[in-house]
């Protein structure tokens, strides 16, 4: 059964950057695309992008400008970088396995538990 | 961007009832490529439904998906009290990704 666990530094000061990092156990790394995904607080989610084990990306247009996702097959880990962080990217931050394989697509499933990433000067 | 829209906003009923949620998208979508997910209070999602109807592992059969082209469906034919929580729809067929904004379901 895949686990994610994910770790990264929870308090930024604006224009700083953010950095979380995803292990992903139990699963074959290289089937799959990998997605972070945020939720501001009380509010609803937002796909960041995602990585596939040979490093390919898709981001969301919107961060696109600021994010870079990034991947380390050695470890079975992938991780998320983003720049310029203002109040406004205050978020949990969730990492998740899909939802796509390499052949087909069904959700993103499982997710990473969490990491509540709080911008403030 | 595909848009979606979800309705209603909150939903308030009691333990037995039957709950409709509805997700509209602003374009047409592949059935295969439509998901939906349940979200708990400090809890991360869990998906419930990928290709409109595709229950995922360990899902219980009062879960039930429908829908096409637009318009989709996430059925529970009787809540139980474990079923009170926020429920989200995703498209995962055109870049970017998108969610709906969610609806709450309550207890009345």
């Known amino acids: 059964q895949v686990q994610l666990q994910q770790w990264g530094a929870g308090l930024l000061k604006p224009s700083e950057t953010l950095s979380l990092t995803c292990a992903v156990y139990?699963?074959?790394?290289?089937?799959?695309?990998w997605s972070w995904i945020r939720q501001p607080p009380g509010k609803g989610l937002q796909w960041i992008g995602e990585?596939?084990?040979?490093?390919?990306?898709d981001y969301n247009p919107s961060l696109k400008s600021r994010v870079s996702i990034s991947i380390d097959t050695s470890n079975n880990q992938f991780s998320l970088n983003l720049r310029f962080v203002t109040a406004a990217d205050t978020a949990v931050y969730y990492c998740?396995?899909?939802?796509?394989?390499?052949?087909?697509?069904?959700?993103?499933?499982?997710w990473g538990q969490g990491t509540l990433v709080t911008v403030s000067s | 961007e595909i848009v979606l829209t979800q309705s209603p906003g909150t939903l308030s009923l009691s333990p037995g009832e039957r709950a409709t949620l509805s997700c509209r998208a602003s374009?047409?979508?592949?059935?295969?490529?439509l998901a939906w997910y349940q979200q708990k209070p400090g809890q991360a999602p869990r998906l419930l439904i990928s290709?409109?109807?595709i229950r995922a592992t360990g899902i219980p059969d009062r879960f039930s998906g429908s829908g096409s082209g637009t318009d989709f469906t996430l059925t529970i034919s009787r809540l139980e009290p474990e079923d009170f929580a926020v429920y989200y729809c995703?498209?995962?067929?055109?870049?970017?990704?998108?969610f709906g904004p969610g609806t709450k379901v309550d207890i009345k």
């Open positions: 998740a396995k899909g939802p796509c394989t390499t052949t087909t697509c069904s959700g993103i499933d499982p």
């Open positions: 139990g699963e074959s790394f290289s089937n799959y695309y």
């Open positions: 990585i596939n084990h040979s490093g390919s990306t």
């Open positions: 374009q047409s979508i592949t059935s295969f490529y």
């Open positions: 290709g409109t109807s």
């Open positions: 995703q498209q995962y067929g055109s870049s970017p990704l998108t």
